[in-house]
């Protein structure tokens, strides 16, 4: 079956530091993955598109990452502030199906 | 200025009723799409639109029906509210679907049934 796996447990990381957020897929050939940040009782933002003939998209203190071999997409945030707490969430296009599929988000604590 | 509104934010009703929840966006998308958030914080897809036309549909109960008068709403009606009904519904829109263009998503309506 298909599945969207995103690290279930919480990352805390210091202020400043690089937080890394993981987004694995199977048995989907996505010809593109978003990802988005959602703040609790609000809906998703959108973030990031990363097309499948990409390896690296970057926006502002954004990076997203896209490897198709390995069915991974790694979103970084560098410089990261208390701010940038929230649930992150990877999405992808299962091919023709004309809908995000969405993982299941990590929430993201950053210390002061 | 509102993108995606959705109303009303907050719905709490009694098993066996029947309710309906708004949605309406003024970007000129011509998809419009409403995920369901269940306790665990996970989203997923039931109903999406494409200019009025239904294009995907979940397997979702029969209880819930979507209308979409035209491609600026798309109202979700549900009947015989259950329990595992309660969640956050979201609408959300975008445009040219399948290009990738990022979704915009309203900011959900908690359903509490009793």
């Known amino acids: 079956s298909q599945k969207i796996e995103q690290n279930s447990e919480a990352l805390n990381i210091q202020e400043g530091k690089t937080a890394t957020l993981t987004c694995n897929y199977t048995n989907y050939s996505p010809a593109y993955l978003q990802w988005y940040r959602q703040d609790p009782g609000r809906g998703p933002v959108f973030l990031l598109l990363?097309?499948?003939?990409?390896k690296e998209k970057r926006k502002e203190r954004l990076k997203v990452t896209f490897d198709t071999t390995l069915k991974q997409s790694l979103f970084h945030i560098t410089a990261s502030q208390p701010a940038d707490s929230a649930t992150y969430l990877c999405a992808l296009d299962p091919t023709g199906r004309r809908a995000l599929t969405f993982g299941s988000g990590t929430r993201l604590q950053v210390q002061p | 200025d509102t993108a995606v509104s959705q109303t009303p934010k907050y719905l709490v009703t009694q098993m066996g009723n029947d309710k309906s929840i708004k949605c309406e966006q003024n970007l000129g998308h011509d998809t419009m799409y409403w995920y369901k958030q269940d306790s665990k914080k996970f989203l997923k897809i039931m109903f999406s639109?494409?200019?009025?036309?239904?294009?995907i549909n979940e397997t979702v109960p029969n209880r819930f029906s979507p209308k979409s008068p035209d491609k600026a709403h798309l109202n979700l009606h549900i009947n015989s509210l259950e329990l595992g009904d309660s969640a956050v519904y979201f609408c959300?829109?975008?445009?040219?679907?399948?290009?990738?263009?990022?979704?915009?998503f309203g900011s959900g309506t908690r359903l509490t049934v009793v």
């Open positions: 959300a829109s975008s445009q040219e679907v399948g290009t990738g263009n990022g979704y915009t």
């Open positions: 990363i097309r499948e003939n990409e």
């Open positions: 639109y494409n200019n009025k036309e239904l294009i």
